[in-house]
């Protein structure tokens, strides 16, 4: 079966950075892409970003893509995603997705990792 | 500008049916959809993609209970047989140039 399986949850203060870690299991990592998608307290679904595991393409939303840096591993089928400058307003849970490959395909997000919580606080 | 809207609460009792609802914004008519359910504790899980014409592509173990029904800008699911593990935060997915998703508010549909 599919599995994408995230690290951890991290508590950080204003200002820092935090990578998390998205490592998937049950298909050729290499022919789908990574979708990272957020979810701040109470508050609904925003995309963050996609990246292709096939050639390490990336797309970022416009409002986050000045702090946000997505990465694969493709040796551990693993993909990465780093938050700089944190604010308050990052604490969320971030969910990785099995996404499409290519940077024009509409395949939907169907597979979630189970979700990291990041936590800023001063 | 690409919008979904969804209403934010929906209330159904148990073994009833009931249809979740997402607004694609005047012109992108054509636009498919992706339907998400979050559950606490269990994670998000992909239901279905839907299509303009209503046509729909389940994810894999999504039970038959699970449809979907297009017209215009209005993409809905459809749940039947209402259980009580279907309560959860539906929500609906498009794509604005191709990779960048774009959700809608979400549901909670709540079974009595």
């Known amino acids: 079966q599919v599995h994408l399986v995230q690290s951890g949850t991290e508590v950080r203060k204003p200002g820092a950075s935090v990578k998390v870690s998205c490592q998937s299991s049950?298909?050729?990592?290499?022919?789908?892409?990574v979708g990272w998608v957020r979810q701040a307290p109470g508050q609904g679904l925003e995309w963050m970003g996609w990246?292709?595991?096939?050639?390490?393409?990336?797309e970022y939303a416009q409002r986050l893509q000045d702090r946000v840096t997505l990465t694969t591993d493709t040796s551990t089928s693993t993909a990465f995603l780093e938050v700089r400058t944190l604010t308050v307003d990052d604490t969320a849970i971030y969910y990785c997705?099995?996404?499409?490959?290519?940077?024009?395909?509409?395949?939907?997000?169907?597979?979630w990792g189970q979700g990291t919580l990041v936590i800023v606080s001063s | 500008q690409l919008v979904l809207t969804q209403s934010p609460s929906v209330t159904a009792s148990l073994g009833a049916s009931v249809k979740v609802t997402c607004t694609l914004s005047r012109g992108y008519s054509s636009y498919p959809v992706a339907w998400h359910r979050l559950q606490p504790e269990k994670g998000p899980r992909y239901l279905m993609k839907l299509y303009p014409d209503g046509g729909h592509k389940k994810g894999d173990g999504i039970p038959d209970r699970f449809s979907g029904s297009a017209s215009g800008t209005e993409r809905s699911l459809i749940i039947s047989s209402l259980q009580s593990e279907d309560e959860g935060d539906y929500y609906c997915q498009t794509w604005d140039t191709g990779t960048h998703w774009v959700f809608g508010g979400g549901t909670k549909l709540t079974v009595l």
């Open positions: 049950g298909y050729t990592f290499i022919k789908y892409g």
């Open positions: 997705t099995r996404g499409p490959p290519f940077r024009t395909a509409t395949s939907p997000p169907d597979y």
């Open positions: 990246i292709s595991g096939h050639n390490g393409d990336t």
